[in-house]
């Protein structure tokens, strides 16, 4: 664990750096885990609560406790015995000293104890659940912004191999103006479209810079930190709808749901134990010491042991334990129907997400084949305008087509990858 730290640490030294370095979809997960604010508090959270399952803390260990009073007192004594003796004195002083150690143990209380260190142990694996929760959102946010640079990356690609051709268009117009096979309207309309292509390129390269600070947000690094990223979108073809819906009871947030429902439960049988008696045993060590420098009594020392049983039996309070036990069974049902609810969603979410998953896979086989047609297109278009058997309209319009296609398939493989990184993160699966 120390060496994977080593590494990350090392990454983040180098890559962020004066100069820009490579980051992998690995490397830009691990930095997120470690740096990610929502984890460390889920942590938190779970130490916390690791903390507080102890049966101490429920109550079911003896209680001791100390005690030491000394207090003195100047008072005007005045005494008539029944001997006929009489006692009167000003300003006589008197000491009261005492301490003690108790100690008690709970014997019966209906078992509150027992109910409530079983609720502080869910409430310890529901903390677990939710930090696993958090790591699975994390890891599909990452992912799905790492890709988001990759693909708007590539349309970049596209343009630049459109601006190539263009390039190519403009020169086989200035060799046929210098010959006088061209006249100025094909050479400007060829810089004008040389131009648009250049324009749309330093607005795709705004938005590539904008999805690595999107990128490097969710890392919780610098947003101007200098990046690069050379990766390609690979989809996994093999996700199946059956597996993904068996797989739902793995999800941390359906988990969780059923922890709260047994901390509810358990609720309900620490309620009902406060309608039960309690049932206290109890021993200890006193000593008391009283001095009077007048009176009848100058001087009383107590010191012993003592040892007892002590029972408390709730008779009346107005039917508030019963109606605290009846809320806490409406909490229960309610703990239920947020699962059901969770369930629902999440069912509908699988569905629609598998729908779009494998509508955009059925649709990249084409993608792909239009691509490649296009690709062949432009350069045909380009030939035929070499030897004059094209215009500029055609060149362009084939351009256009390839523009186009590259960015339908693009757009269909990011599609089908974030479809499957939201099929994975709801079964619970999703790895890098």
Known sequence: MKKKFFLINSFIVFAFGANAQSLQLQDAVNIALKNSLDIQLAKNRIEADSILNHIGVAGGLPLVTGTLSDNESITSVNQKLNTGAEIRRNNAATNNFGAGVTGSILLYNGGRVVATKKRLGELQLQSKELLNSQVQNILADVMLGYYDVVRQQNYIKTIEQSIEASNKQLDIVKIRREVGLANNADLFQAQIDLNVLQQSKLAQQLVIDQAKAELLRQLTLKADSAITINDTILVDKGVQLENIMNSLTKNADIK??????????????????????SVRATTGYNFSRNQAAAGNLLLNQNFGPTVGISVAIPIYNGSAFRRQQEVAKIDVRNAGIQKDILLRDYNAEVVKQFH????????????????????????LALLRFEYKQATIVEVKN?????????????????AAKSSEIQLKRLANTLTF
């Open 398 to 414: 084939a351009q256009q087509s390839f523009v186009e296609s590259g960015y339908r398939l693009v757009n269909l493989n990011f």
């Open 356 to 379: 779009a998953y494998s509508n955009t896979l059925s649709q990249l086989d084409t993608a792909v084949q239009n691509y490649q047609l296009s690709e062949k297109l432009l350069d």
């Open 256 to 277: 969780a749901a059923e922890n709260q429902i047994r901390i509810n439960e358990l609720i309900v049988k620490e309620t009902a134990a406060l309608r039960y008696p």
